[in-house]
């Protein structure tokens, strides 16, 4: 049992869990063209073995689906689905590499160590994939939390956050072969971090929220009634437009029952509508989401802020280029979100393409004339998803009609 080896299974454990195929590419980079890798020269032998993996057509392969898992990663639409296979994927892909690895060499670790007629390293590579699994879990749970806070990537958090799970995914192998233990110990210390900011922020979400006097069940705090028994809640709480508690509460509760909508939750008990595909009736209470506020009322509701952020548009499209970008990201928050919620993400390669051009277009014209674009651009965008809105409603109700009860 070597130390590079030793350092391979236990050292990308963490580079796993952020990315199925990059650790995998890198890792059959290096065993082809060790020499790309600067600092390779200081442990000879961590090149030893793995002939499989130093194969051109494997890197090619490997590469490829790199590139793909990038693509898809900065997809918001394609994110959500990718990002419930990826906790069974990598462990696999991790194992699977491993097991290459070790390939060449399982016979002679064999003959100097053998437990129960099994490797040894197999095995440790064998629990290494278990620990991809454990961290790709809360990677995954960590990331379900920031997608309830940004769930359309307003705030461009998911962005952020993939970018920098690739640059620690390439930074972190050239780390782990030019210092593996140091490596180690540093992921270990990021991951433990992000463990505890989950747990706080899971902690104060849970006291944030209130206490039935009817039924003592937990309910959230900008909740209208009990989602157990129907009780109202006599001190309501604002939400934000990112679904935190705001220290303020509604005025107008028919107002209040409109962001809720607008933020994908019930009106009734603010539980978070999770399948936009099917009907729109709360999993906790049984509300139909639509009835009280209706569709129509919750259309004029966001045709308000429409016009609000009409004038906003224009006002601030005489800042060139900063101007067009504040309007179109106020547009996307504000107008398209909601909508967004109740609209599937399946869409046509065309018409994805379509608005990628149309929003291409209007920034180079906004560049200079951003009072001008700005609101166009908006005008377009939201009477589009109105559109989609107003069409997906209306066969929703035709169905629901149709269904025998």
């Not at 009322?297 to 966001?302: R, T, V």
Request: aromatic share 12%.
């Amino acid at each position: 049992m070597s130390y590079p080896q030793l350092i391979s299974i236990i050292g990308t454990i963490p580079l796993f869990s952020m990315r199925t195929f990059f650790p995998a590419f890198l890792t059959a980079l290096f065993f082809a063209h060790p020499e790309l890798f600067p600092g390779v020269t200081s442990v000879p032998d961590a090149v030893e073995g793995g002939s499989f993996l130093a194969q051109n057509w494997l890197i090619i392969i490997l590469g490829v689906l790199s590139i793909l898992e990038f693509a898809a990663d900065k997809n918001s639409d394609i994110k959500v689905f990718l990002r419930e296979a990826e906790p069974y994927l990598k462990p696999a892909s991790y194992l699977i590499i491993q097991l290459f690895v070790l390939g060449d060499q399982s016979e002679e670790v064999l003959n100097q160590i053998n437990w129960a007629g099994f490797n040894p390293m197999i095995i440790l590579a064998i629990i290494g994939s278990g620990a991809v699994y454990s961290l790709s879990l809360i990677r995954k749970k960590t990331l379900d939390l920031l997608y309830d806070i940004d769930a359309d990537d307003n705030l461009f958090l998911g962005r952020i956050i993939s970018w920098c799970e690739d640059s620690l995914v390439f930074f972190g192998f050239l780390l782990l072969i030019w210092a593996g233990l140091f490596m180690i110990i540093l992921y270990a210390i990021i991951i433990g971090i992000i463990i505890l900011l989950r747990k706080q922020y899971i902690k104060s979400s849970d006291q944030q929220k209130y206490i039935c006097e009817v039924c003592s069940h937990k309910n959230l705090p900008y909740a209208c009634q009990c989602s157990n028994c129907g009780a109202d809640n006599k001190k309501i709480y604002s939400i934000g437009i990112l679904g935190q508690k705001k220290n303020k509460n509604p005025k107008d509760i028919s107002k209040h029952k409109m962001n809720l909508l607008a933020q994908g939750r019930c009106p009734v008990c603010a539980t978070r509508k999770e399948n936009i595909s099917k009907n729109d009736t709360c999993k906790e209470c049984g509300t139909d989401f639509f009835v009280n506020p209706s569709k129509q009322e919750f259309i004029k509701f966001l045709d308000r802020r429409y016009y609000i952020l009409m004038g906003i548009s224009f006002i601030i499209g005489f800042i060139p280029i900063l101007g067009f970008v504040v309007s179109a990201s106020l547009v996307s928050i504000y107008l398209l979100s909601p909508y967004r919620r109740y609209i599937s993400k399946k869409g046509t390669i065309l018409s994805k393409l379509l608005i990628k051009i149309l929003t291409v277009l209007f920034f180079i014209f906004g560049s200079a004339l951003g009072f001008i674009a700005a609101p166009i651009y908006a005008t377009i965008r939201y009477f589009v998803i109105r559109s989609q809105f107003r069409l997906i409603k209306k066969s929703k109700e035709q169905l629901a009609n149709r269904t025998p009860k």
